[in-house]
T-cell receptor, first 110, second 113 residues
Framework: DVKVTQSSRYLVKRTGEKVFLECVQD?????MFWYRQDPGLGLRLIYF???????EKGDIPEGYSVSREKKERFSLILESASTNQTSMYLC?????????FGQGTRLTVV | DQQVKQNSPSLSVQEGRISILNCDYT??????FLWYKKYPAEGPTFLIS?????DKNEDGRFTVFLNKSAKHLSLHIVPSQPGDSAVYFC????????????FGKGTLLTVNP
């Protein structure tokens, strides 16, 4: 079974803090993604990466950056957290047509 | 511009009856369509997919139908069970060598006992 692991299930951070969300996959997949899920808005793509050190902006990249130094690890960075970044963050890998998701990180920015 | 649309935010059905979830898309270059199920506080889990060259795919209680001319797909669940109650997301794959999935806003399905 593919395993996608996100480092935290729940996080509470203060406005202005730098926040790191980590994601690790164990299946050697090249494509990795970060989405956020908000009620009524579905899953929106923040950034994705198709190889080490490669990154592409998704639909809502503002306020975020990413890092992919190793194939199995894809990090999402909130440079200066704001309350409108309170959300459920989901990491995924893609092989063929199917995406495998982590369990999600519920981030609250206060 | 929303490329994948789920126009029904919610759907309620009785246990044992059919659930039909709908999805429309605008991008003719999508090559695969997928359905995901999501429970609260969990990541989405894959249900079923269909290639753009097919018009039907079936897996147990789940069947997906694709109408390319109408740019419409639907997920049928028969018979519906209370454990099927969840948010269902329609997704579409695009890209040549660097694929990505675009999701709809989701439909909350409630199956009443």
């Amino acid at each position: 079974d593919v395993k996608v692991t996100q480092s935290s299930r729940y996080l509470v951070k203060r406005t202005g803090e730098k926040v790191f969300l980590e994601c690790v996959q164990d299946m050697d997949h090249e494509n990795m993604f970060w989405y956020r899920q908000d009620p009524g808005l579905g899953l929106r793509l923040i950034y994705f990466s198709y190889d080490v050190k490669m990154k592409e902006k998704g639909d809502i990249p503002e306020g975020y950056s990413v890092s992919r130094e190793k194939k199995e690890r894809f990090s999402l960075i909130l440079e200066s957290a704001s309350t409108n970044q309170t959300s459920m963050y989901l990491c995924a890998t893609l092989t063929g047509p199917e995406a495998f998701f982590g369990q999600g990180t519920r981030l609250t920015v206060v | 511009d929303q490329q994948v649309k789920q126009n029904s935010p919610s759907l309620s059905v009785q246990e044992g009856r059919i659930s039909i979830l709908n999805c429309d898309y605008t991008n003719s270059m999508f090559d695969y369509f997928l359905w995901y199920k999501k429970y609260p506080a969990e990541g989405p889990t894959f249900l079923i997919s269909i290639s753009s060259i097919k018009d039907k795919n079936e897996d147990g209680r789940f069947t997906v139908f694709l109408n390319k001319s109408a740019k419409h797909l639907s997920l049928h669940i028969v018979p519906s069970q209370p454990g099927d109650s969840a948010v269902y997301f329609c997704a579409a794959r695009s890209g040549g060598s660097n694929y990505k999935l675009t999701f709809g806003k989701g439909t909350l399905l409630t199956v009443n006992p």
